[in-house]
T-cell receptor, first 112, second 111 residues
Framework: KQEVTQIPAALSVPEGENLVLNCSFTDSAIYNLQWFRQDPGKGLTSLLLIQSSQREQTSGRLNASLDKSSGRSTLYIAASQPGDSATYLC???????????FGGGTRLMVKP | NAGVTQTPKFQVLKTGQSMTLQCAQD?????MSWYRQDPGMGLRLIHYSVGAGITDQGEVPNGYNVSRSTTEDFPLRLLSAAPSQTSVYFC??????????FGAGTRLSVL
């Protein structure tokens, strides 16, 4: 059974810092990995999707990497802003049914 | 383009009552799924569908039924609500192995 772990569970940084969120998974047989953002009381918004054949994806200040063989992904946020405060979720798609296995999330707070 | 729409946003039930959580998408996505989100447990898959007429169980299917008669709709039925089903429910849709889009969620309390 696939298990997804996110470290740290919570993170507080001052505005402007670059930061890295970590995601690890136990079964390397994946189709893709997706990073989501969730604001309190809201749904999930997709940030980046990395296919299993890719090494990284970039969108603005966000960069996600994937090392499938070691079962790891990182989400790099450059020049963090208070508006980045949210919970970040990593999810692995392990089969053609598009069934996602989620990590527990990292709750990020960026202080002005 | 509304994306994924879930209704209702909030619901309070008494133990033993039944209800249907509605989910509709207007993006012609073949894949639809239901997740529940609980503190300390993360999001877990309840049921999913790879197309109209096809459904299957996820990680935590007990106590829930689904059907997929159209591409657009994927309702989740609670047959006899239990306090353990108090949770936030999310519906998602996607096209192939691509980005999944989530609804805003339904917050359910079972007393």
């Amino acid at each position: 059974k696939q298990e997804v772990t996110q470290i740290p569970a919570a993170l507080s940084v001052p505005e402007g810092e670059n930061l890295v969120l970590n995601c690890s998974f136990t079964d390397s047989a994946i189709y893709n990995l997706q990073w989501f953002r969730q604001d309190p009381g809201k749904g999930l918004t997709s940030l980046l999707l990395i296919q299993s054949s890719q090494r990284e994806q970039t969108s603005g200040r966000l960069n996600a990497s994937l090392d499938k063989s070691s079962g790891r992904s990182t989400l790099y946020i450059a020049a963090s802003q208070p508006g980045d405060s949210a919970t970040y979720l990593c999810a692995v798609n392990g089969n053609a049914g598009n069934m996602l296995t989620f990590g527990g999330g990292t709750r990020l707070m960026v202080k002005p | 383009n509304a994306g994924v729409t879930q209704t209702p946003k909030f619901q309070v039930l008494k133990t033993g009552q039944s209800m249907t959580l509605q989910c509709a998408q207007d993006m012609n996505h073949e894949y639809m799924s239901w997740y529940r989100q609980d503190p300390g447990m993360g999001l877990r898959l309840i049921h999913y569908s790879v197309g109209a007429g096809i459904t299957d169980q996820g990680e935590v299917p007990n106590g829930y039924n689904v059907s997929r008669s159209t591409t657009e709709d994927f309702p989740l039925r609670l047959l006899s609500a239990a306090p353990s089903q108090t949770s936030v429910y999310f519906c998602a849709s996607g096209l192939g192995e691509n980005i999944q889009y989530f609804g805003a969620g339904t917050r359910l309390s079972v007393l």
